[in-house]
């Protein structure tokens, strides 16, 4: 790479031309070691993420090959590799290899591959209701799940390593297989900057960063992640697994502020949890945007607001052992709210039916498997396996609208990873597929709130 | 991260075994001793610790790019990618891992060029520094694989800190933080960080700080340590060695000599 003009100048060469051909020939490339093409299954501000089979068959498991965004190490691709490389947890998402691509300068890494994951899993469920069917799962499935999210989460605390961008999305939940039914936290927030946490990660990211997991003291120009912030994205995802619904849904814009508050977020949890009381939270008043707060916010407004008015209407009793465990999660004052480790010890845990290694607790598991996404942004690279995705696909206008506006619920968005027929043939449950692939039309069909707000209008349609 | 030490990458696989060590320099051996290999190690560790002090980085980034650059030669020839380049490389990886922020290329390679220029003009002369950002990015792919995406280094400083905590409930002087935290930045020049786990070099960086300032009265406190004495006393004869080195060196005369005589990257062969 030393061009010849340098090298005439400086009687520089940078490389040895040995090293490099040695290094060249032993490095194996990711195209070489492995079946990928077509076989795309979600992308994001993160990159692309293939499910990928190893070409030599000395396995036949699944992996999940991400190609990181962008070209070359930035410092979120730095930071991800860093840290995964230390991180060994059986919660979280174990990175087995990297793969250095030197001709065209992409960064590949590759995982386990996870079958489902809580965003999907959410949005079957809610298909269901919607339809007035019901899913069958174990009956300690939602335990489970936290249980073992709060397990991963207690070793990346106990690191010192911060989740920063906790949603249903980045839960992994293991397929059939030697590790069935487990959790892996996904996606750390890698790239946020401790002093600038609100900062979208960086310029190059089009689209809206979720606010429904935020903690309330974020949305109030809190300067610095803390574990704190991530428990109160736990208590989102418990409460959404429990009822299906977001509990702090709000309709989203185009986030491209840096301003981190964020009014009609804060008017959605008041709505839910009522607004704070002073003895409730009285470090409140030091909050960056607390003069905005008091302008903008009647407490009497929210009179008649409470955690448990809420989550009694989504038929969980407040005398529950899980709605005690999730109003601790949900302390408004980050300094009150539990800690992973106390929440692990909560009774919740204790009570019957007790938590299961395997979220589905060996029942066949409902959910349909990952579809393969076509690329919308195909060269004339693109094969036929590619084509023939898009012709099973669902009417592909769909997507593209949803692509093309992304003003709404660009979260989903961005991890959009379609479900339905597309891998009826070997799935075991086909037939239970099949019904979801027609419940999944239904519940698009029935939403005419404009074509770029289908997914959001599922939402809208119970508030 | 401040995770567990004893599982990490660092304890795991980049602990060295000085014999092996030894046996992988022997191609750089050949051409230099071994007192004028630790010249050069001990120059390009200046040239680390001055890029990071004008790009206003930490301390705590520039020892780990200091660490990036000595695994690299651990492991490989000094021919195998000019020292000159690797340094900045380093430098520039190190930032983004601890989270410093992205040092901007342009600044980057202005930063080397300047510091070149003004600060080492003694040992590359009207030389102005040759690389540009291309050179860099593709360094730092060949850097990131041979520390096997090894990038989390632990450092002494942070057990020092706890050290000196302990030992303030016994004795209060804040000279002893003062020099051990710059003996453990000299440590950078040796192999120090490349055989032995960083509480050791705190250790043994807080030993040599107590024996200078005379305080002998933290003899008791040294004793109910529960670590491998002998392992500290390796550490401090180490450290040591390099300040009586220091003291019969003059780098401004000899190191253009030094630079001359490493082992340099053969080009490709002309067709």
Redesign the interface.
Known sequence: ??DNF??K??A????????KMK?QNE?SKVEDLFDYEGCKVGRGTYGHVYKARRKDGSDTKDYALKQIEGT????SA??E???L????HSNVINLIR?F?S?TD?KVWLLFDYAEHDLWHIIKFHRAAKANKKSVMVPKGMVKSLLYQILDGIHYLHS???LHRDLKPANILVMGEGPERGRVKIADMGFAR??NAPLKPLADLDPVVVTFWYRAPELLLGARHYTKAIDIWAIGCIFAELLTSEPIFHCRQEDIKTSNPYHHDQLDRIFNVMGFPQEKDWEDIRKMPEHATLVKDFKRSNYQNCSLSKYMDRHKIKPDSKAFSLLQRLLLMDPNRRITSEQAMQDPYFSEDPLPTQDVFAGCPIPYPKREFLTDDDQDDKSDSKARQNQQQQQPNTQQNQVQANNHDHAANNAKRMRMSGQNQGNNTGGGGQQEFHQQQQMMFGGQQQGSSNQQQGNFQQRF | MAGNFWQSSHHQQWILDKQDLFRDRQHDLAKLTEEEYQKVFNFFASIIQVLGEQLKLRQQVIATATVYFKRFYARNSLKCIDPLLLAPTCVFLASKVEEFGVISNSRLITTCQTVIKNKFSYAYGQQEFPYRTNHILECEFYLLENLDCCLIVYQPYRPLLLFVQDIHTQVQDDQILTYAWRIVNDSLRTDVSLLYPPYQIAISALHIACVMLGKENLKPWFAELNVDMDKIQEIVRTIINLYEMWKSYDEKKEIQGLLGKIPKPCPAPQR
């Open positions: 790479m030393a340098q090298n100048t400086m520089s060469v940078m490389m040895d031309y040995e090293f290094t490095r070359g190490l930035s410092m730095c930071r590799i860093a840290l490389r230390e991180l060994k990297v250095l030197h300068r690191n010192w390593v900057l401790f």
